[in-house]
């Protein structure tokens, strides 16, 4: 009698999808508003720098160094060579009884030097890679444009008046997804590709704002405002951009 022979077959696992990173030639759209809140036209975005995918650790790593290389070491105590008086013996070496005692500035004794405090010399600071700086730059913009906190506007055209400031981004708070900009905490981050006396002038007194320059932009800025209004974003595309360059 033929007997019938169990065949096995293995099960092979299915080989996982590999997202493709952007890549320079990787483009995205985004809309350009005017100052009174109206689109005029469409811009492509490079894929290398709006269109990472997140990377918490590398975000995280670069943001806790900067924030200790901001650090000041400020407490600071004085050992027995630097505490005032107590050159004397508080008593003779032998007869009276008691242990034998050097001078009060003893850290054993009360107003003595502090043994192992803190000291004023201590360094906080923490080295990062400029890719490493760079990369964490684009990683928190891209996020922010997944999130549709990100506004491109051509100029504002101020004149120097917080008033006139004040009517535009009342303007801007009413564009879908810019609602908090009506509120009065620090929510967006405005940057320019230059410094603009005129343009600082206006915006500087509204609570609901902070200024910076395109090439000092950073992920703590970024990070600590909900929104980025990019102003003339051609431009300050192009300067974020040659930082990636500089790092090569």
Excluded: C
């Excluded at 242990?99 to 500035?105: E, M, T």
């Excluded at 590709?193 to 992920?219: G, H, M, W, Y």
């Amino acid at each position: 009698m033929a007997t019938k022979t169990k065949t096995t077959t293995k099960k092979v696992p299915a080989k996982k999808a590999v997202a493709k990173k952007p890549t320079s030639e990787t483009t995205l759209k985004a809309s350009v508003y005017t100052a009174a809140g109206k689109e005029t036209r469409t811009i492509d975005l490079p894929g290398e720098i709006f269109g990472l995918s997140w990377n918490g650790d590398l975000v995280h790593q670069v943001v806790h160094a900067m924030r200790a290389n901001e650090r000041t070491q400020t407490a600071n105590t004085k050992d027995r060579s630097e505490v005032r008086g107590g050159g004397k013996k508080p008593w003779k070496q032998k007869g009276t009884g008691r242990a034998r005692h050097g001078p009060s500035r003893s850290p054993i004794w009360r107003g003595g030097g502090i043994t192992h405090g803190p000291r004023a010399e201590r360094d906080y600071s923490q080295k990062i890679n400029k890719k490493m700086r760079v990369t964490a730059l684009y990683t928190v913009l891209s996020e922010k444009m997944r999130k549709g906190q990100v506004l491109f506007v051509d100029d504002l055209g101020l004149s120097g008046k917080t008033k006139d400031a004040s009517k535009i981004v009342s303007t801007f708070a009413t564009l879908k997804g810019f609602e908090k900009l009506a509120g009065k905490k620090s929510v967006a981050l405005v940057t320019l590709p230059t410094k603009d006396v005129v343009t600082f002038r206006s915006l500087r007194n509204l609570p609901q704002l902070a200024l910076e320059v395109v090439k000092d932009i950073n992920p703590v800025d970024l990070l600590e405002s909900r929104y980025l209004i990019l102003v003339k974003p051609e431009e300050s595309i192009d300067i974020i951009k040659s930082r990636s360059e500089k790092r090569a």
